[in-house]
């Protein structure tokens, strides 16, 4: 049995580290084309070209989905402009977008995350959606970012949802990494499970835990403190390396089915991913005491615990097992946990949940 790690080349985090961007990225090429949601021109453009002050580049905004369509649009604009180097700031969804066209450009990549509201900075896999935001594929990339890098004062003065949202992303680390450890299931990363991913995505649940109320009223706050630090940290390097070299197994694949009911679309990825973390815990059949543990957490931060929480208001047993067929798909992670599962049990454990 292979192991494997993998993680980006550089990871910075800090408070105002947008400012000095240019230091970390002056070695990968002299010419940039930056493409940035566009939240970023509203707030932080002027920071943003402070850090790059000794850098050629040119600014493209993101269209909102990680299509296939996007993509091919901005490798033309990045063939267009002869850049050397991809930066992508914002989001998620334009973080990866912008890993996929450099990809498909053949050049290296920088990640600006403005938001720490999933795990998705780290890792060397973009999800692709449909133009109408249904999942489509993973799309998994030969290297990750070179340069991984994330301003906390950003972070801590964007909307306290999104922080929330990482810790939704990150609580399900922990779950399938460790389950994915018992099938010892090939990770993202192209191996098994490392003791040092088992071991981070530990860590990233502890954090979790331990910090998550406090860096959530720092945010409120607008302040940067070791608490959110901690969480800005959990949500984006421990989470990222812990999934993608700890394994995903059935929290993603059940988001991934939520996406398919319209309802949902207006709920984040970690609210999604933290609901179906505890319909994991359920499928596992966890001690009682430990999920009642996890849904406290849920509640204290305000990640969704009921099917009304996600949107979903008009529940009915045919909605539910269309999601649960989606998540059962074949090729989804769910077949990494160390049971057969089947439609029917997820759409019993979803709606468990919601009781619960
Ligand atoms: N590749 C991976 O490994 C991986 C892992 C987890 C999730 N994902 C993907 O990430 C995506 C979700 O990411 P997301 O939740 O960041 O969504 P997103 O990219 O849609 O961003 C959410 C919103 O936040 C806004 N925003 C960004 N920075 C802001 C700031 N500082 N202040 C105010 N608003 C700001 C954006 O404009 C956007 O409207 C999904 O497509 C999911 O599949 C990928
Ligand atoms: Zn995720």
Not at 22 to 51: C, M, Q, S
Request: net charge negative; aromatic share 6%.
């Amino acid at each position: 049995m292979i192991k494997v790690l993998t993680s980006p080349g550089k990871y910075v985090q800090g408070k105002n580290v947008i400012m000095e961007m240019g230091e970390y990225i002056k070695d990968l090429g002299d010419k940039a084309l930056i493409i940035a949601d566009p939240i970023v021109e509203e707030l932080f453009l002027d920071d943003l070209k402070a850090g790059l002050e000794e850098l050629n580049y040119q600014i493209e905004f993101f269209n909102g989905e990680c299509s296939k369509i996007e993509i091919e649009r901005l490798k033309k604009k990045a063939a267009a402009e002869d850049a050397e180097i991809i930066i992508g700031m914002g989001g998620g969804k334009t973080l990866d977008t912008s890993k996929a066209v450099a990809h498909y450009s053949d050049l290296p990549v920088v990640i600006v995350p403005t938001i720490a509201a999933t795990d998705a900075p780290c890792s060397a896999l973009s999800v692709i959606y449909t133009e109408e935001g249904v999942f489509e594929e993973y799309l998994f990339l030969p290297k990750n970012p070179d340069v991984v890098m994330i301003d906390t004062e950003i972070v801590a003065n964007a909307p306290v949802r999104f922080l929330v949202s990482g810790m939704g992303d990150a609580l399900a680390t922990y779950f399938e990494a460790a389950a994915s450890a018992l099938t010892r299931a090939t990770a993202m990363s192209g191996g098994a499970p490392t003791m040092t991913a088992q071991n981070l995505a530990e860590l990233c649940y502890n954090t979790l835990l331990e910090y998550g109320v406090s860096a959530k009223k720092a945010a409120e706050a607008g302040v940067v403190t070791e608490a959110l630090e901690k969480i800005v940290e959990a949500n984006t390097l421990l989470s990222g390396l812990g999934f993608e070299s700890g394994g995903l197994a059935a929290a993603h694949a059940i988001h991934n089915g939520f996406t398919v009911l319209e309802e949902t679309h207006s709920k984040t990825h970690g609210e999604k991913v933290a609901y179906s973390t505890l319909v994991q815990m359920v499928l596992e059949d966890r001690d009682p005491a430990e999920i009642e543990m996890v849904m406290d957490f849920c509640k204290e931060v305000g990640l969704p615990t009921t099917l009304a929480d996600l949107g979903i208001t008009d529940v009915s047993d045919e909605k539910i097992l269309k999601v649960a067929e989606a998540s059962c798909a074949e090729g989804e992670t769910i077949h990494n946990m160390p049971f057969a599962v089947d439609a029917e049990m997820v759409k019993d454990a979803i709606l468990a949940v919601d009781v619960l």
